[in-house]
């Protein structure tokens, strides 16, 4: 089993910074992929970045990339999710979620097992 508690949303003007954080307990050894979801107000859960647990490879989708950064601590009990250049439409609620089964495709959100219980990121224009 693993447990994944999210933390760090909240309020924000558009262009500001914001940093999540991913707790990770139990067995974490069993993860391949650490991933980031979020889901904003009538539409689907959508990809947002993942970082291989072994490795720390990372993908991001690319309506983030360039200003989202996803690290892990070298405790590897950590994952943190540097949100820059914020804007209105990055308002949902974020999602970390682990994967410990090898198959499927890690931008896909069925691949993921384990899920935290999310947390709110407004960015107000």
């Known amino acids: 089993q693993v447990q994944l508690v999210e933390s760090g949303g909240r309020l924000v003007r558009s262009g500001g910074s914001l940093r999540l954080s991913c707790a990770a307990s139990?067995?974490?050894?069993?993860?391949?992929?650490l991933g980031w979801f979020r889901q904003a107000p009538g539409k689907e859960r959508e990809f947002v970045a993942h970082i291989n647990w072994r490795s720390g490879v990372t993908d991001y989708a690319d309506s983030v990339k360039g200003r989202f950064t996803v690290s892990m601590v070298d405790a590897k009990n950590a994952v943190y999710l540097r949100m820059d250049s914020l804007e209105p439409e990055d308002t949902a609620v974020y999602y970390c979620?682990?994967?410990?089964?090898?198959?499927?495709?890690?931008?896909?959100?069925?691949?993921?097992?384990?899920w935290g219980q999310g947390t709110q990121v407004t960015v107000s224009s």
């Open positions: 979620a682990a994967k410990t089964q090898s198959g499927g495709v890690a931008y896909i959100f069925t691949s993921y097992n384990y």
């Open positions: 139990g067995d974490t050894f069993s993860i391949y992929t």
